[in-house]
């Protein structure tokens, strides 16, 4: 089982970048396809960004395509999510999440999540 622990949030301005980081512990971070996750305030979650356990396979949402970047780093157990031109629809708790087995169902099937970072971009 791996724990997960999101950092990195905070209230920026419209175009302004943040990078957020999730730091896993219990075991490693390579074992695990990694995601990101958001939930705006009154909506459901929705996933963001996920990468392939040793970074070579990337999928993003259509909405943060060429403003966010997920990255990760086995060697430090985490993983990165970039996030640049950031829009007031940004605005959502993100979530890490991890999960064992194949490249499928990433964006339904995770199997640990963190407790989130709070985004909030101002206009």
């Known amino acids: 089982q791996v724990q997960l622990v999101e950092s990195g949030g905070g209230l920026v301005q419209a175009g302004d970048s943040l990078r957020l980081s999730c730091a896993a512990s219990g075991r490693t971070v390579s074992n695990y396809i990694m995601a990101w996750f958001r939930q705006a305030p009154g909506k459901g979650r929705e996933f963001v960004a996920a990468?392939?356990?040793?970074?070579?396979?990337?999928d993003y949402t259509n909405s943060v395509k060429g403003r966010f970047t997920i990255s990760r780093d086995n060697a430090e157990n985490t993983v990165y999510l970039q996030m640049n031109s950031l829009k007031p629809e940004d605005t959502a708790v993100y979530y890490c999440?991890?999960?064992?087995?194949?490249?499928?169902?990433?964006?339904?099937?995770?199997?640990?999540w963190g407790t989130g970072t709070l985004v909030t971009v101002s206009s």
């Open positions: 999440a991890a999960k064992s087995g194949p490249w499928m169902s990433i964006r339904t099937q995770m199997e640990y």
């Open positions: 990468i392939s356990r040793n970074g070579g396979i990337t």
